[in-house]
């Protein structure tokens, strides 16, 4: 069975430093790996996603994510925040026992401070 | 703007009613997925469905249940409301090979007293 875990409950980073938000998972086979930003009274929405080839990702609005399967994780990264990236992000996984939907992870609050 | 529409966007009922919350797949896309967002839950995994047929089903409760109609658009019916089910009620489409991602629409808040 698949899990995906993100450690923080809460970032606060300030603005124009880099952030990190951090995911590791656990799947049987080949990982397929998300990231989603929810806005407040949003839907999620898509930033970027590991299927496989290169390690690191290129997403939506300069974020990226780097894959390590050694160390199963997929953290997400910005050079540098804005405050407008406060949201709350959640890291997925797909099922791996054939199905298509996500496990998401319990999501972490990142908080840019003007 | 993902696509996805959900209707209604805001739902109050009471106890032991029945609901039906709404959804419209993107444009092509020919799954639909209902997800469950709560506090104490976060985010879960409800039901698939492909094409008018099920296609996987998650920790939903035997209270609820979901078709998928030929114009694709997807309805979940609550019955018997309990205070536990007020949440918000995510649909996605599209992901219908394993490596594509999903969509989702804004979201039914559903609050029962």
């Known amino acids: 069975a698949q899990s995906v875990a993100q450690p923080e409950d809460q970032v606060n980073v300030a603005e124009g430093n880099p952030l990190t938000v951090k995911c590791t998972y656990s799947v049987s086979g080949n990982p397929y790996l998300f990231w989603y930003v929810q806005y407040p009274n949003r839907g999620l929405q898509f930033l970027l996603k590991?299927?496989?080839?290169?390690?690191l990702v290129k997403g939506s609005y300069g974020f990226e994510a780097e894959f390590n399967k050694s160390q199963t994780s997929f953290h997400l990264k910005k050079p540098s925040a804005l405050v407008s990236d406060s949201a709350l992000y959640f890291c997925a996984v797909r099922d791996d026992a054939g199905a298509n939907n996500l496990f998401f992870g319990t999501g972490t609050r990142l908080t840019v401070i003007p | 703007d993902s696509g996805v529409t959900q209707t209604p966007k805001h739902l109050i009922t009471a106890t032991g009613q029945r609901v039906t919350l709404r959804c419209s797949p993107r444009s092509g896309d020919l799954s639909v997925y209902w997800y469950q967002q709560s506090l104490d839950q976060g985010l879960q995994f409800l039901i698939h469905?492909?094409?008018?047929?099920?296609?996987a089903k998650g920790n939903i409760l035997e209270r609820f249940s979901a078709q998928q109609f030929p114009d694709l658009h997807s309805e979940l019916n609550l019955s018997s409301l309990e205070l536990g089910d007020s949440a918000l009620y995510f649909c996605?489409?599209?992901?219908?090979?394993?490596?594509?991602?999903?969509?989702f629409g804004p979201g039914t808040r559903l609050t029962v007293l």
């Open positions: 996605a489409s599209g992901g219908d090979q394993t490596y594509n991602e999903q969509f």
């Open positions: 590991y299927i496989t080839g290169d390690n």
């Open positions: 469905y492909y094409n008018g047929e099920e296609r």
